[in-house]
């Protein structure tokens, strides 16, 4: 079956405990990418990738980092998490370019 | 700044009738526009698509119309079904080579009266 597979789904960590977001991917997708989902706000996008060892900045990249060194995974790493890093996170994955795009199920993070 | 919006952050329809949901947007270069669906507890899902060089493109029981001059575009769904209650997004890309700017809109929430 076609997946965008995140992990954690939930996670309660405190604030400057580094932390990281796994994503996975078994299409064989160039193009991957990250977004955080606030109410009100919609899906903003924090980093994506166009191919492997190549990332770019979204809209809202501060305080993230990420890495593609292989086609099928793109973490999400959180080196000091703040509580304004709460949020819901959304990876994606594209095949031919970025859209459509296909959706994980989510990665609820609370920072305390 | 760029922005791409909802004209209503809920609607409900009757269930039968047909649902419209309106969006806009204000970069000129957007030339790719995405409608999304997501339902609770799950991300979102692709429903149709549109590129700047047409007005209309239909799918499914659904249809999205792109109107370049006002920079808007709409997402109609024919005889809404009870499963059809989930949070609509419009999303839209300008896209090169070399980068991909991407913004989406707040969503709608959209709720079937039985």
């Known amino acids: 079956e076609a997946q965008v597979t995140q992990n954690p789904r939930y996670l309660i960590t405190v604030t400057g405990k580094k932390l990281t977001v796994t994503c996975s991917q078994n299409?064989?997708?160039?193009?991957m990418s990250w977004y955080r989902q606030d109410p009100g706000l919609g899906l903003r996008q924090i980093y994506y990738?166009?191919?492997?060892?190549?990332?770019d900045k979204g809209d809202v990249p501060e305080g993230y980092k990420v890495s593609r060194k292989e086609k099928r995974n793109f973490p999400l790493i959180l080196e000091s998490p703040s509580p304004n890093q709460t949020s819901l996170y959304f990876c994606?994955?594209?095949?031919?370019?970025?859209?459509?795009?296909?959706f994980g199920d989510g990665t609820r993070l609370s920072i305390l | 700044g760029e922005s791409v919006g909802l004209h209503l952050p809920t609607l409900s329809v009757q269930e039968g009738d047909n649902s419209i949901i309106n969006c806009a947007y204000s970069?000129?270069?957007?030339?790719?526009f995405i409608w999304y669906k997501q339902e609770s507890g799950k991300g979102p899902q692709f429903i149709i698509d549109?590129?700047?060089?047409?007005d209309k493109r239909q799918g499914q029981r659904v249809t999205v119309l792109l109107n370049k001059t006002v920079k808007h575009l709409s997402l109609q769904i024919a005889a809404t079904q009870p499963g059809d209650s989930a949070v609509y997004f419009c999303?839209?890309?300008?896209?090169?080579?070399?980068?991909?700017?991407?913004?989406f809109g707040s969503g709608t929430r959209l709720s079937i009266r039985p």
């Open positions: 990738s166009m191919n492997v060892e190549v990332t």
């Open positions: 549109i590129r700047s060089n047409m």
């Open positions: 299409m064989n997708h160039e193009y």
């Open positions: 970069n000129s270069a957007s030339d790719y």
């Open positions: 994606a994955s594209g095949n031919k370019g970025s859209q459509p795009q296909h």
């Open positions: 999303a839209g890309e300008a896209r090169s080579s070399s980068a991909s700017k991407i913004i």
